[in-house]
DNA sequence: GGGCTCACG
DNA sequence: GACGTACGTGAGCCCG
């Protein structure tokens, strides 16, 4: 049967995927002759997921990868500069080519090129002809040159955001629909392929046009009507240019092509083909995931046998030797059978070990069992806490048969768990470190290999076990929801029956001894095995202890607090209905827009991709001037954020059994080594305003303790002032001075002793500006001060401290010449997005320049921590909290003046001895009976 | 569940 | 000429 109705084709932009294969993997090579392949490994992937992806729901039944066949094409003969500024291929990446064609091949896949057409043609002449025959088209594609092609059957679908690109979607990035889509092409022109169009006239202006005028030819032969006096001289002086541009944008929707749509018909990829391929490139995780898939066995790697794509991080070492066996995993129901795991566990001297409990809160879960892994494939689950489903009337219900005594059980494992010379493995240990401390058993020594991945691999991927087993592994574990279910019917671990626990919690710790296996030589490898001993190992403990001791917080603060808020919210409520003249809900951004910008028709109205009105404090704060509505609302969000997030919300985390506060710190949360605090969040309690700042006053200290706060002065600029080498700022920090004030006055040629705080305002938001990689439009929205004369701030500060453009340069290129940056200590922040192209290429280098700046600061305080409860030891005091540049110790009242100037000497020196910094870290103090008075 | 808004360093 | 922009987080609310 031919081609027809009913027939769905996919066209994929194969070109596009290589650029972003290239681009988003570190330039990997093969390890047996050193062949760049990096660009291949990536595309192998994107054509697994897409063939993964297509196997069922609305899959095509015919489908082809285009390429580019070379740089000539029939434009050049209309237009000879067209695509001439194009930068050269890297060299790499040109030899990577015939292998992407032979790549589409062996996954069974059309692959179509001609000589002196674009891709975008082929897949034009393609589109045209299916839709001609009746079928569908989809294109795989975001290029915007291919718009033009949709409707009436043909769609476009964003690869990388997995988005539907059709009619609306084009017209909302072109303005018109996609039949004119050339049209404004043609007068915007084109600076990446050097399509020239209209001088003056952009995006904006072409629609506007081609919208008013109908079409291109028209609005040329009416050019003369037009009454902007440069529009119509663009229009005028450059008709034949505009002309030419048209036809280098429109594509040949008839171009001659001997593949027939019949030819593309979609089949399953032939497992001996694609393996051989994958197998010859060397790609052994890629490998072992395709046979899986396939379900065949996976070739023997034959030419470099324990080879490694250097640099990959979808490392071949991933490849598991032995299959996943849940059937295997032995359910431990009695102490013999514990104590024979017990030897194994001595005789090798590893163990892999993960708890299974009723809640994620590790403060208020239940032990329900715990599973045990000696090496790969061998492990087991001691069920503990398994009860039968049901219940009654108050859920309670019997212990499921068959289990050990948790008592028992524990204290078997005991001796092991605390044993020197075991090493107890955890995939995020801190978890079931404190699930097990409050039971009595405190785990030492352990490995953690979520860590370990985020040692080595910050910003490139995430560090859970599920997406590590995935990536290392080629293993998809079992997944907790369909065990547990969800919503209403979601059930505790403990509901779970204990054949299926054995089988999820038993391979959870095999997937952990894997990883550990892997992981642990390529630490070295990496060059970070310093790192995770000394800046992440180490510090579980640290965070368990603090989570767990807490901090105490005042409910009936918060709840007199809450009460005062609701009272002056409804007060403002009622003003805000009254000048708006009905009754609408303040909280709802949208009914707020159309309020302000509908009803009241206030200036400035500026709706955001989803169509709804910006209302951020930024707009309200300009509109306060017009009306004083907005100034209202601007006090009712404050006043609503605080009792919402913190004066009610924070009461419900109040344990019950502590009566005091736990947040989890995740080490793993922030790419740049900052922790991150949840459930709550206790790094961002609010201080800038005064009324904020009084919930504060909530966290206390008990009865003849104090809460001590000690936090480094400047931490970041001291820290840029060092590695970017800057005599001027190193010489103010030595001399004790007021940093803002210093800058201010060496920028706006100031005395010190004339300095207004306005002006050191501006050089404060400047010294800040720095540290985040500053811009002209950041820092003038910040300012609010035109753009002009924010940049001409930004130049000024480079030429006083000529160090620091010369740093954010040096950041910059090593980002782009080896895909991370690193702090003074030596972790390494990866930065995947620094070589593409786009809006995307402005965040990732100013995350760049940022990370090895806030890196090192987080570095730094993680030292002090990992000292400080040896250097306190003998002191009544307690660390409980860490907000990035700040500690806050509970310390007994008598206690305090001997804890500040010790606690305050290992956050001075945590440098020492790694790293000697230029310039002196200092730390402020304070203490009171809350926190508010404390800080 | 995504987007908006806003709290912190 | 046009586009989109300060860095790093987490949480609560609205709304489809």
Redesign the pocket.
Known sequence: MSFGKGHHLHLIDGSAFIFRAYHALPPLTRKSDGLPIGAVAGFCNMLFRYVEDNKQGDAPTHAAVIFDHSAKTFRNAIYPAYKANRPELPEDLRPQFPLTRQATRAFNIACIEAEGYEADDIIATLACRARAAGGTVTILSSDKDLMQLVGDGVEMLDPMKNRRIGPEEVFEKFGVAPDRVIDVQALSGD?VDNVPGAP?I????AALLIQEYGDLETLLARAGEISQPKRRAALQDNAELIRISRRLVALDCAMPLEVTLDSLEVHPPQPEAVLSFLNAMEFRSLTTRVAASLKVAAPPMEAARGAEVTGAHDAPEAAPSLPFDTAAYECVRDAAALERWIAAIRERGVVAVDTETTSLDEMRAELVGISLCVQAGTACYIPLGHRQGGGDLFGSSALTEGQMPVAQALALLKPVLEDDAILKIGQNMKYDAKILARLGISVAPIDDTMLMSYAMHAGLNSHGMDALSDQYLGHQPIAIKPLLGSGKSAVTFDRVPIDQAVAYAAEDADITLRLWELFKPQLHRAHVTTVYETLERPLVPVLAQMEMAGIQVDRDTLSRMSNAFAQKMAGLEAEIHDMAGEKF?V?????LGEILFDKMSLPGGEK???G?Y????DV?EDLATEHELPGRV?DW??LS??K??YT??LQDHINPETGRVHTSY?LT????G?L??????L???????EE?RRIREAFVAPKGRRLVSLDYSQIELRILAHVADIPALKQAFREGQDIHAMTASEMFNVPLDQMTPDIRRQAK??N??VI????????A??LRIPRSAAQGFIDRYFERFPGIKGYMDDTVAFAKANGFVQTLFGRKIHTPEINARG?GA??AK??AI??PI?GTAADVIRRAMVRMPAAIAGIDAKMLLQ????LLFEVAEDAVDTLIPIAREVMETACDPAVHLSVRLTVEAGHGANWAEAH
């Open positions: 600076s003056g952009g995006m904006k202006t809900n909280g709802s951004p949208k009914q955001g991709k989803t709804a910006a209302t951020g404090a309200l601007l969000r404050q954020k605080l919402s997030t009610d919300a995740s949360g922030a790419v740049t900052r991150a605090s949840t459930d709550p969040n790094q961002n309690i609010p201080v800038r305003s904020g938001a400047i800040f500006g985040y990689g500053i811009s002209g439009f950041g820092l929205r910040n809006p402005g965040f100013r995350a940022n990370a806030q907000v990035h540049d700040e």
